[in-house]
């Protein structure tokens, strides 16, 4: 226990929901070292930088960020840990800004090394050794400033496509056992009327688990049942992995408010697919050696969205991917503007250490890149827009995520991951309340509280 006035941490969050999640744990690893949680920008004793890899412009963010906290407070203790921590680390070292450099296996005891290097500067008298550090599969008691929250039920990946650093970084797929997801979920479900399943491959869940085996779709099943639990939502999921199983909750899903007394899982799934496509291109498929071709995703897409048209099907889709024509990316153009896609996560490429594309010849040439990521961001707004329209005179179950917006209407998503807006008092902030869509205003649907 801290015995002086309490020290202060800040935390920034760089990439994925895993990430976040992570940085939850060590938020509360902290205040149970007696530390106060500021703002990232705010003067703090020490500042922790939750890093992510994936371009090259995280991995500058990130020695941003460290350089700026040793610039704010020149005597705080700067900590740097995530993906580029685990990958790089001899780069980070070798920034006098930094001053501990934390793999990710090491996360579980970064409140406890923040604490002793805050003793030996300040003196121990001001901060005693600490405890034990926490167990890496503790759980967490909320989000803060979340009204949605992630649970992590997996993390690695087993794939090995040719631009990742993610297998490096993280480790082969491995699942939270599925009591420890349960007891996760019923915790936060008493703050937080929706929680996101996270990891890096949440398609392989229960793969490595000993019998008898919980899959995907079992843990889902599961956790709508929980009667506390308002709806749940998944997080990034590999095409092939989307089985007709898991299609089925997912169309029955957009019924939270009146799920009781169905069967597992109906209801409280959000009609809402995160599918990593990459590429409309064979050729370039192949390249990344992804496990799948353009056919396979058009046929599983489309039969989604003729099925139940209101679920909400994301893409993420990597631009100038070292070999990528002028033909092919056209390819890759009218394949997504072709498929029932509600919007597009548009990345260009950025050659990652490591990693067999970066000796790969034929390096797109960077304002190409730039160009072909323009032109994807401009297609993913109309294409938007155009799922949002069809919302209007639809029902939907949305969570109050704010306030109030720019408009003095309070604002949420629904469970098709739609953004909302519906004047009500602010004492629906956290609550999941049935909203008639009547328009759309700036890209945003507005409706009336039923």
């Known amino acids: 226990m801290i015995v002086a006035s309490s020290p202060r941490v800040a935390i920034k969050t760089l990439g994925c929901k895993l990430n976040q999640y992570e940085s939850e744990q060590m938020r509360e690893d902290f205040e149970a070292l007696g530390f106060e949680v500021v703002d990232f920008q705010a003067p703090a004793d020490v500042y922790v930088i939750n890093s992510c890899t994936v371009t090259h412009r995280t991995d500058r963010d990130t020695r941003r960020l460290a350089r700026q906290a040793r610039r704010r407070e020149p005597g705080s203790v700067v900590i740097v840990t995530g993906c580029y921590a685990q990958l790089q680390p001899q780069v980070l ?104 399943l996270v990891g890096v491959h949440v398609g392989r869940y229960g793969l490595d688990l000993p019998p008898p085996r919980s899959s995907l779709v079992d843990l889902v099943g599961e956790l709508c049942d929980l009667p506390e639990l308002g709806r ?126 970066a000796g790969m010849p034929d390096q797109v040439n960077p304002e190409v890149r730039k160009r072909r990521n323009h032109v994807l961001r401009k297609l993913s707004e109309q294409k938007a827009r155009r799922f949002a329209e069809r919302a209007v005179g639809q029902t939907l179950e949305v969570i109050v995520e704010t306030p109030r917006d720019e408009t003095g209407r309070l604002s949420g998503i629904s469970d098709n991951y739609l953004r909302v807006g519906v004047e009500g008092p602010d004492e629906l902030v956290g609550k999941l309340v049935a909203v008639e869509v009547h328009g759309l205003t700036g890209g945003n649907l507005v409706g009336r509280l039923l």
């Open 232 to 357: 749940v939502r998944l997080s990034s999921i590999e095409p092939r992995e989307v089985t007709p199983e898991l299609i089925d909750l997912v169309c029955a899903g957009g019924n939270a408010l009146s799920a009781g007394g169905e069967a597992p899982g109906r209801g409280k799934l959000c009609r809402h697919l995160h599918i990593p496509l990459q590429s409309g291109c064979d050729a370039t498929l192949e390249r990344m050696k992804r496990p799948y071709g353009r056919d396979f995703c058009a046929e599983l897409v489309r039969g989604i969205a003729a099925r139940e048209p209101a679920v909400s099907i994301g893409a993420d889709v990597l631009v100038g991917f070292p070999g990528e024509t002028d033909e092919d990316f056209e390819d890759t153009r009218e394949f997504v503007e072709a498929l029932p896609l509600a919007y597009l996560h548009v990345f260009t490429y950025s050659a990652r250490p490591g990693t067999e594309a």
């Open 93 to 196: 070292k070798s920034i006098d800004a930094i001053d501990l450099v934390a793999p990710n296996d090491v996360k579980p005891r970064i409140a406890r090394l923040a604490a002793e290097r805050l003793a030996q500067r300040r003196g121990a008298d001001v901060l005693p050794v600490p405890p034990q550090p926490a167990r890496p599969d503790r759980l967490i008691h909320s989000f803060a400033d979340h009204t949605r929250a992630f649970v992590k039920i997996q993390s690695g990946c087993d794939l090995r496509c040719a631009y990742c650093t993610i297998p490096l970084a993280r480790g082969p797929s491995r699942s939270v056992p599925r009591e420890q997801v349960l007891r996760q979920g019923r915790l936060l479900a008493g703050a937080h009327r929706e929680i996101v």
